[in-house]
């Protein structure tokens, strides 16, 4: 099954593991990946660009990661927030299959590797951050960013890496626009992708 597929819901093909070595918080981890799942073979330069740029996440709370995949961003939330509550989500199961096994392998138990469907109604964000799944188009990634944006908390704030080539420019204009109680700006440039940020006033 070809990789732009990793949003399907239930990916076909033998559910087989494999293991990739990469770098969480700066130490060098093994973990497991799969094919049908985004970038499987390495943490994907948007994603590394991300966690490099981004502020420190708050130690406390929730925080969302959206769009987990294998789980790289909630792997680094989780390892760098201890009180915090990770939500990692993602509408293929085998991602967060993944997330979890790696989570386990690494000892991480504040990770809720759940569907977007499972996390309760209630709950507010102290951050977000999100690789968007942009191949999924334009309306449903409007409504994913729709869905969920308006959950981040008072005087926190959500991250977003997204290409230059795949429509950053757009997306913020669109972000600015129809979240006119965030300030959506970009913060930063760097390979090619762009680091959104979306901050609640």
Known sequence: MSGEHYFSEQPAGEFKTKTIVTAINGERVELFTAGSTFSP?????GTAILLEHSQEAPNQGNLLDLGCGWGPIAL???KSCPEATVWAIDVNERSLELTRMNAQK???GNIRAVLPSEVPQDIVFSGIWSNPPIRVGKDALHAILSEWLPRLDEEC??????????GADTLLKWMQQNFTDLASERIETAKGFRIL?????
Not at 41 to 45: E, I, R, W
Not at 157 to 166: H, M, N, Q, T
Not at 197 to 201: C, E, G, V
């Open 157 to 166: 704030e959500a991250y977003l890496v997204v290409s230059k080539d795949l």
């Open 76 to 78: 680094s939330l989780a």
């Open 41 to 45: 073979d390495h943490m994907d330069t």
């Open 106 to 108: 690494l000892g991480l």
């Open 197 to 201: 940020r979306a901050a609640r006033l």
